[in-house]
């Protein structure tokens, strides 16, 4: 991303790391979507330029050399990292996006252990060793994951976190909407309360993220590991997909197949920690 001058404003100029295959303009399309309905309910967050010539909505495909990249322009709000404490209005904001037109419900579940010891068996070496270590982790993890109880579809950001909140001299702003798409409300909250409470470290953040979200008319989650069901689906698709990336079942370059090997490692170890702290974080939801 950089920032562009023009006559006619600034504006943030992002270029994005997408995927030429069906399933990525498909989700791209509903994030879009979530993405200008927000932006109608004058959500705190930057304004989203259309294209003369869309790809999709807010798409721009723009011919680079022999390549076709693909482009997303915002509107330039001056800002940086976050300097204060946002925990109540992250709680606020996160009722308010709960309230958007509900569009279903995430899809598939994380992939049974058996699977992955298939994609392991293909090519034994160092790192195909590291991450059978995290065999038993990802096992635990999905006997929580692929229960969803009764918990509430929303239509949202699904990566609230302290690096996707810009500070602004008006007030914070939500931004980095690409991932948008369909979750729980209760997964997403307890996502952001732990983001924004260090992982649970700050206790009076954490408790002030639930507390402002019930006072702002949504519904307090469950005392009960699955309503961290959404954080642990997070490490385990991300994991998934980066060792997929790193065997060579993806089309990606040699920089990116070489970086996929840390990323699933450090998906991994951030899984098994989260395991570790399950018990405690439900205790702080009674």
């Keep these: 991303m950089w920032r562009l001058r023009t006559s006619r404003g600034t504006w943030a100029v992002k270029r994005l790391n997408r995927s030429r295959e069906d399933w990525w303009m498909r989700d791209y399309q509903v994030s879009a979507e979530i993405q200008l309905e927000a932006y ?34 915002h509107e330039w709000h001056e800002g940086g ?8 209005w992250v709680g606020t904001t996160l009722a308010s996006l709960h309230a958007l037109p509900a569009g279903g419900t995430p899809d ?18 160092d ?18 994951a692929v229960d969803t109880g009764d918990l509430t579809p929303v239509s949202t950001h699904r990566d609230v976190k302290p690096d996707n909140v810009l500070h602004t001299a008006t007030g914070p702003l ?33 408790d002030t993220v639930i507390k402002s979200y019930e006072e702002a008319g949504g519904h307090r989650p469950p005392a009960s590991p699955t309503a961290f069901a959404g954080l642990l689906r997070v490490y385990l698709g991300g994991a998934a997909w980066m060792v997929w990336r790193a065997l060579g079942h993806r ?30 974080w439900t205790d702080r939801l009674r």
């Design 40 to 73: 109608a309910r004058d959500f705190p967050m930057p304004r989203p330029v259309h294209p003369l010539e869309p790809a999709a909505p807010l798409l721009a495909d723009v011919r680079v050399g022999d390549e076709v990249e693909s482009y997303l322009v």
């Design 81 to 88: 990292p976050l300097t204060t404490d946002v925990s109540a």
């Design 108 to 125: 598939g579940e994380p992939h049974p252990v058996e699977e992955w010891r298939e994609w392991l068996d293909e090519a034994p070496n």
């Design 127 to 144: 790192f195909t060793d590291a991450v059978r270590g995290y065999l038993p982790d990802i096992a635990e993890a999905r006997a929580v």
């Design 174 to 206: 939500l931004v980095d909407w690409d991932g948008a798409g369909p979750d729980y409300a209760e997964w997403e909250l307890t996502r952001a309360a732990l983001h924004f409470s260090r992982l649970g470290e700050d206790r009076t953040a954490f």
């Design 251 to 280: 089309p990606v370059t040699e920089p990116e197949r070489a970086a996929a090997h840390t990323h699933a490692l450090e998906l991994l170890a951030d899984l098994r920690t989260s395991l570790d702290h399950l018990n405690e």
